[in-house]
């Protein structure tokens, strides 16, 4: 039971470039989570989904998009990479309220 | 709006000692649910422990237990006979009925000593 999968788990981009964070879930959890962490700090919520093809900001969404087109997949877009967006993104899924996020191992960019 | 507060951004404690570390929260919801993680070095998030707002008694799981104090709006993760492997940063979260959106604090690191 692989639960929440994000690929690749480190990458170093180039100013301007972009890319696509990818999150998998296997548990069939209608909420998915996309946060950043930067060194030394919590986490910051850049975009959520309550089901297949509803996705919403969330604090820190300037510079991100997300879509939802299955349950299953949550890919996070990076259009033009900037270097305040080095950071560790961590993926998570939860069932009911109740119930804790499951996260992802996260992924590492570097942006230079 | 939410808002979680961890006010010590570190803490030490001896081996075999029990620790408290402090979360307090701000939320007009009367239903929510309170949320500890525990991130090591490694980085991974590590669900540790729950309180549910209407929850009568005080969750535990096995060495940590949860201090809550609904009046206060604490909710306290205390860790019994520390271990060297609890050496992480910790997270408290809330989540209200009322959003989908966790918000975390900024955690405490703990270093537990030999």
């Known amino acids: 039971n692989a639960g929440v999968t994000q690929t690749p788990k480190f990458r170093i981009l180039k100013i301007g470039q972009s890319m696509t964070l990818q999150c998998a879930q296997d548990?069939?959890?209608?909420?998915m989570y996309w946060y950043r962490q930067d060194p030394g700090m919590g986490l910051k919520l850049i975009y959520y989904?309550?089901?297949?093809?509803?996705?919403d900001k969330g604090e820190v969404p300037n510079g991100y998009n997300v879509s939802r087109s299955t349950t299953e997949d949550f890919p996070l877009r990076l259009e033009l990479a900037a270097p305040s967006q080095t950071s560790v993104y961590f993926c998570?899924?939860?069932?009911?309220?109740?119930?804790?996020?499951?996260f992802g191992d996260g992924t590492r960019l570097s942006i230079l | 709006a939410q808002k979680i507060t961890q006010t010590q951004p570190g803490m030490f404690v001896q081996e075999k000692e029990a620790v408290t570390l402090d979360c307090t929260y701000d939320?007009?919801?009367?239903?929510?649910?309170l949320f500890w993680y525990k991130q090591p070095s490694s980085g991974e998030m590590i669900f540790l422990i729950y309180?549910?707002?209407?929850?009568?008694q005080n969750a535990t799981e096995g060495r940590y237990s949860l201090n809550f104090q609904k009046a206060r709006k604490s909710a306290n993760l205390v860790i019994s006979a520390s271990q060297l492997g609890d050496s992480a940063m910790y997270f408290c979260?809330?989540?209200?009925?009322?959003?989908?959106?966790?918000?975390f604090g900024t955690g405490t690191r703990l270093k537990v000593l030999a």
């Open positions: 998570a899924t939860r069932g009911q309220i109740n119930q804790p996020q499951h």
């Open positions: 548990m069939n959890h209608n909420y």
């Open positions: 989904s309550v089901g297949a093809g509803i996705t």
């Open positions: 939320t007009s919801d009367p239903s929510y649910g």
């Open positions: 309180q549910g707002s209407y929850d009568q």
């Open positions: 979260a809330i989540l209200t009925s009322g959003t989908y959106k966790y918000i």
